[in-house]
């Protein structure tokens, strides 16, 4: 079975330099915010051109820190897309407010910036957009909106640190922004972790404060906060991979160029790259008629095949609003199905799986 995410090829070129990382890690023992964390911190804030870069455990303890430091909590709305993995809405459902779910763009699987307005409210605080499967979405237009409403933009980037819109980073592009590094991510640890964002100092300052037990100072604790620390072995491997990261999404670029072209002529959706927007194709997910069908045979010519993601997140047992009906989302759960995606695939292994494609594709 060829892989869906190529790990092994990372490491096997990395591997030296990762191994003298995490072996340094183990000569100075500074296993929790030892010196690697702080010089990633550095790093990351210096690409994305914030002054603060903020880490903690994982993607979702990122969003739900930047949710309680902008103020969140029970009783209040806050915007999200109705199509995006599951953190996006937990995480405003775990600080006591009420996700309120709106449509996308069905192309891109962006929210629809058209669509936010209507859906504010006297208790909205914040928009959550989603810079889904590695591209940004409309966050200007989004700001300006919340300008004029009074609200907080907080950029779900946990599938787009290192893309682009009109040149500006994402995690960049508003007040805070959250990211993480899980392993399949284009730059992944070796476990969980995430990262914040901000320009905002004193917003920083709180951030910090709840990812470490609110504390102000050893032993002196000002608000409730959680324990949301970043290891510093994971963050000895992402200072590793960082070096890397620029090369590897050269690489991705042309592994998703190569399958734009390869599918140029079958019944299937590629993906939408917005005006404006650099993608790092964290996914490679088209859209497809009868994709049990088209998974089935793909599956049995040896092509592993996901779905990101079948359920809108109004219809999760969880988080569900019954009277929540979003067309664009429930259209995308239908049909979306992401390919095998990696820095390392191969022009032959793209044209494997494309042939596989041709053949399991209805009214070929």
């Known amino acids: 079975m060829m892989p869906f995410i190529d790990l092994g090829a990372q490491q096997a070129r990395l591997g030296p330099r990762l191994e003298a990382a995490m072996a340094a890690v183990l000569r100075h023992g500074r296993y929790v915010l030892g010196p690697e964390v702080e010089a990633l911190e550095r ?5 994305v051109g914030v002054a603060h ?4 455990a994982s993607g979702t303890d990122a969003l739900q820190i930047a949710l309680r430091g902008l103020g969140v909590g029970a009783g209040d709305e806050v915007i999200v ?11 405003v459902a775990l600080v006591g407010a009420r996700p309120v779910y709106v449509d996308i763009d069905p192309r891109t699987c962006l929210l629809a910036v058209e ?3 209507a859906a504010i409210t006297p208790r909205t605080r914040a928009i959550l957009p989603v810079s889904l499967f590695g591209q940004c979405a409309d966050m200007a237009a989004l700001k300006v909106l919340a300008r004029r409403h009074g609200l907080a933009v907080l950029e779900d980037a946990a599938q787009s640190f290192g893309a682009s819109r009109h040149g500006r980073p994402s995690c960049g592009l508003s007040r805070v922004a959250a990211t993480s590094f899980f392993p399949s991510k284009p730059l992944g640890a070796y476990g969980d972790g995430g990262a914040l964002f901000t320009d905002d100092g004193d917003l920083a300052e709180t951030l910090r ?3 470490r037990h609110g504390e102000a100072g050893r032993y ?12 510093t072995l994971q963050a000895a491997i992402l200072l590793v991979k960082l070096d890397d990261f620029d090369e590897e999404l050269r690489r991705r670029r042309g592994v998703a160029a190569r399958y734009d072209r390869l599918l140029g002529e079958l019944p299937v959706e590629r ?3 917005a005006p404006g927007n650099v993608s790092i194709h964290a996914q490679y997910s088209i859209q497809v008629a009868e994709r049990e069908r088209v998974q089935a045979g793909l599956a049995g010519a040896g092509i592993p095949t996901a779905v990101h993601y079948p359920t809108p997140l109004y219809r999760q047992p969880a988080l569900a609003d019954p ?26 292994q793209q044209e494997r799986v494309v042939e596989a494609l041709r053949q399991a594709s209805p009214g070929v």
């Open 271 to 273: 993906p939408v790259v």
């Open 209 to 211: 404060s709840i990812a």
């Open 81 to 91: 897309p109705g199509f995006s993995f599951v953190a996006t809405a937990e995480s």
């Open 53 to 56: 870069c903020i880490t903690c």
């Open 220 to 231: 002196h604790h000002v608000r409730l906060g959680m324990n949301s620390r970043l290891d």
């Open 115 to 117: 669509r936010v307005e």
């Open 43 to 47: 790093r990351l804030a210096r690409r």
């Open 323 to 348: 009277r929540c009906r979003l067309p664009a989302c429930e259209a995308v759960c239908e049909r979306i199905l992401s390919l095998p995606m990696h820095a390392y695939l191969e022009a032959a």
